[in-house]
Each structure stands twice: as C-alpha cells, then as structure tokens.
C-alpha cells in the first residue's frame, strides 16, 4: 500500500487552500500533519482520502490515479474520520458501526459483521454501548463511535484486499487522557497490521510520540516534513506557529522531542 500526492494544488472561490504538495504514506506508516488553524489540514486529508479533487495534481493509491477509483472502490481501500460527525438521527451505535460495514458493498453474514462491531467497539473503549442511541452519547462517546465505523469499514475491505488507509482528522480533540491513548494504540496496531495512517493532530506532543513522520502545513504548503526529531523545534514553533520560546523542545530518554511551555509554568510558580 502506497499513498502518494504529486504536485496536489486546491483553489476555491480563488483562494489557494493547498499548493504544490508532494506527500506520501507507505503501509505500516503513521503521518501526522500539524499546522496551525486554517493551514488547511483538513482540505489536505479530503484530498488523500479522494473525497476532494485536488484542482491540479493527482494522488496516487498503488500506482493507480484515485480519480478512476469507483465509491466502492475507495470505501474498500481507505477510510476518513471527519473533524465533527454530527449525528441527528437515531440510530442505535450498533447500526452506526454496521455501516461502515455496508460501504464496502460487501455482504457479510451477519454473525461476521456481528463480530466485526463487537470488536471495533471494544477497541475504541465502547463496549456494552451496542443498543445505545448514538443521539444520546457524550461528545467523546460519539466520535469513538464514528472511529468504530471508520474502522469497520477497513475491517470489511481487509477481507480481501489487506490493510488500507486510516485518515483521521483530530480524532483525540474530543477524549480524554485515558481514551486519547487507547486511540492511539488502535491506530499503531493497525499500522502494524499494514495499514497506512494520516491523523490531524493539534496536540504536537501526541505527534510527537508516535508518528514516524510528521508534515507540517502553512498556509496552503508544505513547510517542512520529516521525523518528529528533525522537525520539531524551537524555530518551526516560531517560524509556523508564532510561539517566540527559547526553551520549548526538551529531548526524552527515547530520541523523541517533547513540548512544554517552560515560561508559563515559570509564570504560574511565581504566582504561588
Ligand atoms: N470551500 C471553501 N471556500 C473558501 N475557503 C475555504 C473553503 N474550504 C476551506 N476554506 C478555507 O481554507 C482554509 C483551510 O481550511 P482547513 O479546514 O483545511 O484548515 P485546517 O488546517 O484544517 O484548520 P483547523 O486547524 O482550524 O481545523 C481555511 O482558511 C478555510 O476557511
């Protein structure tokens, strides 16, 4: 599995969202973009899912243009987690997840999909929640049920073609501590099942820890890409972000940087 962007550029109502991108994602990868608001970071994983056509430029899924590839073809191959799944209507989570499932085009037995959305639900920390109205779940109850789905589908696809792509934009904004970890380990699990992963993240800490490589967005392009050690310092802070902090990347035992913003905590200590 082979994610590839060439030369990927985006207008809307003359405004360039995204500009000469050159980006990829090989199986068993984990990407994640950083960038600040409006950087465009979500038209950008819209365009690695096919869900949006770059104005000019062509994503590459396998050597073959994703243009040419079929809905059920893209259901198949990849998945994408919005920023913010609203759900209005009433369906239970069991049937939210369920279809994930159906966008395959797949026919399953039910006792497979049965198995395949008990045990999504287990691993996004929702088991026992099956026969709960989604409408009535709590923000962070309702997006794990949404990467349910999202994860069902792939689960479905892998079944005869083996893993594909997880696109995830922000998918710890709304979890706590314990649940942004457990995300976490679901998507390296399925990187090491040979997925490809491309997760928004604001939280570089969390990019950090566990991406392999990391692209950083600015206004419409590519600022810098590499691993989190190469390219998380104290100018890209400056420079993307406009945090002006001497000594805000520290190093941890693992090679890995680590962000912490020394002068507020300074700040908060002397108003003890
Ligand atoms: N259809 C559109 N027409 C005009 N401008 C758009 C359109 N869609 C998005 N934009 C603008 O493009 C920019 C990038 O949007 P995008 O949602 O990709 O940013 P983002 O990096 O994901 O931001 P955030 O971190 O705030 O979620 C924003 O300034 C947004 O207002």
Not at 131 to 142: F, P, Y
Request: hydrophobic fraction near 45%; charge should be positive; glycine fraction near 10%.
């Amino acid at each position: 599995m082979k994610l590839r962007l060439e030369d990927c550029h985006v207008v809307r109502q003359n405004k360039t969202l995204l500009k000469s991108l050159y980006l990829s994602v090989r199986a068993g990868e984990v990407l994640a973009i950083i960038g600040p608001n409006g950087a465009g970071k979500s038209t950008l994983l819209r365009v690695m899912s096919g869900s949006v056509q770059p104005t000019c430029g062509t994503v590459w899924l396998d050597n073959r243009n994703m243009a040419e590839f079929s809905a059920i073809e893209l259901a198949r191959h990849r998945a994408l987690l919005a920023q913010e799944c609203i759900t209005t209507a009433r369906f239970s989570v069991h049937d939210l997840v369920g279809m994930g499932l159906t966008y395959t085009g797949k026919h399953l037995l039910r006792k497979k999909q049965n198995q395949i959305i008990a045990s999504v639900l287990d691993r996004v920390g929702l088991t026992g929640f099956a026969t709960r109205d989604v409408t009535t779940l709590s923000g962070g109850e309702r997006q794990r049920a949404h990467l349910a789905r999202v994860l069902a589908q792939l689960e479905g696809g892998m079944e005869s073609r083996g893993a594909g792509v997880l696109l995830l934009d922000e998918p710890l904004a709304a979890q706590d501590l314990a649940h942004q970890k457990l995300i976490m380990e679901c998507v390296l699990a399925y990187a090491r099942q040979g997925g490809g992963i491309v997760l928004v993240l604001h939280d570089l800490n969390w990019a950090a820890a566990c991406a392999d490589n990391v692209a950083v967005l600015s206004q419409g392009g590519l600022h810098a890409q590499g691993k989190p050690v190469e390219v998380l310092n104290t100018r890209l802070l400056a420079e993307v972000f406009g945090v002006q902090s001497r000594n805000y990347v520290t190093h941890v035992g693992t090679g890995r940087p680590f962000i912490i913003p020394h002068d507020l905590m300074e700040q908060s200590s002397s108003r003890i």
